[in-house]
């Protein structure tokens, strides 16, 4: 909003009927700026009523319409390019852009603007999505072809040109419910006007031609995932340079990829593996395992692969030589012996002295030539026994395959010391930082999986602890774990593996829960998917060809202009502001790369910094330990750059904070929220009441502080849809 600043609230007396829940009760899905715009015009309607130059209570079409143009660059653009110029319609309407506004929240519309958004949306096909363009053409639409009211006047006195209004707002993506020939059938449409003078257009053709899709990984985003991995790798090089404690850099982290299955958690991570190869600061390890659960050892999957990848590394760095494959085997090896050292040493010691003992018992004569065969005979048969003990030993000591490597636990006193002592010193051979890329988990078994988590924890997270050497040798920071599955199919696995022996539950927190928290530092669910997007993949699937558009260049200068002003942004909420300004591109390619580039900037440092500041209020919240502190600002960024990838600009910082301590707090309820948000009310249907655990949760003295907090709250059911990402994919 350019110039207006909202005074302190006013009290209301009654709760108005607003544009957007007629929006919604018609069965559409309005745009966050809509809610805006209707303020902010309910905040100009009060002050005309100051200042006299307006009896009207409700939002009337005039004030709305320069609300819109006032919020919305696009159709600020749009109309004045049509001959209404927004400084020129607050000067009819008496207000004050450079003042002071009285805030207000939704007021009830007049009932010329009622009838007009009511005409408009039984015209629109169900389920549409109306945005702020479609409100303006709905309204420039009435004054064109409805009687009474002011805005007609006004409008003519402003020299519109409603032929040319129309297209321009539909250019930006307003929606003709009439289709591209005409605007409507008005009564003051000029003669002669291109609508009329053209006819019906010709129907293009129609083909129903298509190829064959793949189901791999995608090598193009158009989903936004390229945009999250982006995110997630800046996030990476920051706790690499992370200096915590005595320790020289950054500690390990773990990160859980949310997602049901198809949802694009591998396409996720051959995004993340670009991104993290674009430096040399990472050794990536990518894991499969479903595929490793056959072979049953997950420490040995872990190793293999960290060693494998060492390897391949050194050996690249020493463009690909002979003797750098021999040096990097003969490595590994060497620390396999220098893990288990005794045992070792002790079978070669063992064979030494048994060789020796047959070679005193066969009584060897070398001089006697007639002899001589039968002596080398004996000779080849002691080095063919020499030889295979010694691989018998090598094969038992050193884990190279799955055999040997249930026979290195098997004969250990303590199996996992050594384990942990041979990982962390393959961990030692390189100076990059290990990212393990583990997919797939959730397609094994639960006993599988809650074993694999558990070596994962224990190789992983405590892998810096088991480094043998001096501080100054110590490895480089990490190592980094993602692993993408479905968090309901981790949880019931906890939850079916530990059935008989349950320990103790917190509230809103049952087993399954309890161990993804203490596993992982951070969970991330992939983006939704809004209708655009949606429309737009599948267009990208069917190869359809894009048609000429005479609002290409439009298109492109206001995606500059709102990139421009994205980059520029200083702090967290001037982003979201900033990044507001991509909905009214019709581009999703174009609207897709503005806002991706909002959600990176977003997770720079120096915009998190300030942003932490923001969060002080909602420290009461948290429980009271480090680990809650940590993983509540965490938490809260990574759903504020998820949310302005989806599109959702203008989330309140109290609403998502709020949000970020349920999901934190009491897991279970911020899921079963996630799919119902109406029951955060408990006013639903009376035959869909939610179940037991949650209305006791809902009922609870803590939930209740969090959500119905009197100064920060309350935290309502749309709020709830915004934080989510629902309102981005609401079916």
């Known amino acids: 909003m350019e110039g207006c600043v909202i005074a302190e609230k006013m009290p209301e007396t009654r709760v108005p009927r607003s544009l957007t829940e007629l929006i919604i009760e018609a069965g559409h899905r309005p745009s966050p700026g809509i809610t805006d715009a209707t303020r902010l015009a309910a905040a100009a309607q009060r002050g005309r009523q100051f200042a006299d130059e307006s009896t009207r209570t409700g939002v009337t079409r005039s004030t709305l319409l320069w609300a819109l143009m006032t919020v919305d660059t696009a159709v600020n653009a749009a109309l004045t ?19 002071k506004l009285p805030a207000r929240e939704d007021a009830e519309p007049e009932p010329e603007l009622a009838r007009a958004v009511v005409d408009y949306l039984n015209q629109l096909a169900p389920d549409s999505d109306v945005g702020t363009p479609s409100l303006s053409w709905a309204i420039v639409f009435s ?24 297209a321009a707002l539909e250019g930006i993506g307003a929606i003709n419910p009439f289709g591209p020939k005409v605007a409507g059938p008005g009564p003051k ?19 129903d031609k298509t190829g064959w899709v793949h189901d791999g990984l995608a090598e193009k985003d158009m989903l936004g995932r390229d945009y999250l991995a982006t995110t997630l790798a800046m996030k990476l090089r920051e706790l690499r340079e992370m200096r915590t404690g005595t320790s020289p850099k950054g500690e390990s982290f773990m990160v859980h990829i949310d997602g049901p299955w198809g949802s694009g958690k591998s396409t996720l991570f051959r995004f993340l593996r670009k991104q993290l190869e674009a430096t040399d600061d990472f050794l990536i390890i990518e894991i499969n395992a479903w595929r490793e659960q056959k072979v049953g050892l997950q420490w040995w999957t872990l190793h293999n692969a960290l060693r494998e990848a060492v390897e391949k590394d050194a050996i690249r760095l020493s463009h690909w030589t002979a003797l750098a494959w021999v040096r990097a085997k003969a490595t590994s090896r060497a620390h396999v012996i220098q893990t288990r050292l005794v045992p070792f040493l002790s079978a070669v010691a063992v064979l030494t002295v048994g060789l020796f003992g047959l070679t005193l018992l066969a009584n060897l004569d070398l001089k006697a030539g007639a002899e001589m065969a039968d002596s080398i005979g004996k000779i080849a048969s002691l080095l063919v026994l020499g030889v295979a003990g010694l691989s018998a030993a090598y094969r038992f000591l050193l884990p190279d395959s799955h055999r040997p490597a249930k ?21 030692g051979r390189t100076k990059k930082s290990a990212v393990f890329l583990i997919d797939d988990l959730d397609r094994c078994e639960p006993e599988y999986i809650v074993d694999f988590l558990s070596v994962i924890q224990t190789l992983v997270r405590d892998a810096r602890q088991t480094v043998a050497g001096p501080a100054s040798k110590a490895p480089p920071p990490g190592p980094y774990a993602f692993v993408a599955a479905d968090g309901h199919w981790i949880r019931t696995s906890y939850e079916a593996h530990y059935n008989s022996a349950r320990p103790a539950e917190v509230l809103g927190r049952p087993l399954g829960y309890q161990f993804l928290e203490k596993i992982f530092q951070l969970q991330v669910r992939l983006p939704s998917i809004s209708e655009a997007t949606k429309q737009a993949f599948y267009e990208s699937l069917l190869k359809l060809q894009p048609g000429s558009d005479a609002t290409a260049e439009g298109q492109e200068n206001l995606k500059a202009e709102v990139l421009s002003r994205v980059r520029d942004a200083a702090t967290g909420e001037d982003i979201s502001r900033a990044a507001a300004g991509a909905n009214q591109l019709t581009d999703a390619a174009l609207r897709l790369e503005v806002l991706g580039t909002a959600a990176v900037r977003f997770s720079e440092s120096l915009i998190q910094e300030s942003t932490r500041h923001a969060l002080a209020p909602y420290g009461r919240f948290l429980e009271p330990n480090p680990r809650s502190i940590k993983l509540f600002v965490n938490t809260y960024n990574v759903l504020r750059s998820l949310r302005i990838l989806e599109g959702l600009t203008s989330i309140p910082i109290r609403s998502l904070a709020l949000w970020a301590v349920l999901e934190i707090r009491w897991p279970l309820l911020a899921d079963h929220l996630r799919a ?5 009310s408990l006013k639903g249907s009376t035959a869909l009441k939610p179940p037991k655990p949650i209305q006791d949760l809902l009922g609870s003295a803590e939930v209740k502080a969090v959500i119905a907090d009197p100064g920060l709250g309350p935290l309502t059911s749309n709020d709830i849809r915004d934080c989510t990402g629902r309102a981005a994919s609401r079916p």
């Open 407 to 427: 026979d290195f636990v098997s004969a250990a006193t303590n199996p996992m010391v050594e384990v942990r002592r041979l990982f962390g010193r393959t961990l």
């Open 143 to 166: 004054a064109q072809n409805q009687s009474g009211g002011a805005l007609p006047r006004r409008l003519e006195k402003l020299g519109i040109d409603y032929q040319a209004a129309f």
């Open 189 to 207: 449409q000029a003669k002669g006007s291109d609508s009329e003078a053209t006819g019906p257009r010709p129907e293009p053709e129609v083909s």
């Open 676 to 680: 119902h948000p109406d029951d955060i």
């Open 81 to 99: 390019r049509s001959g209404v110029n927004r400084a020129d319609l607050a000067g009819i309407l008496a207000i004050d852009e450079a003042g």
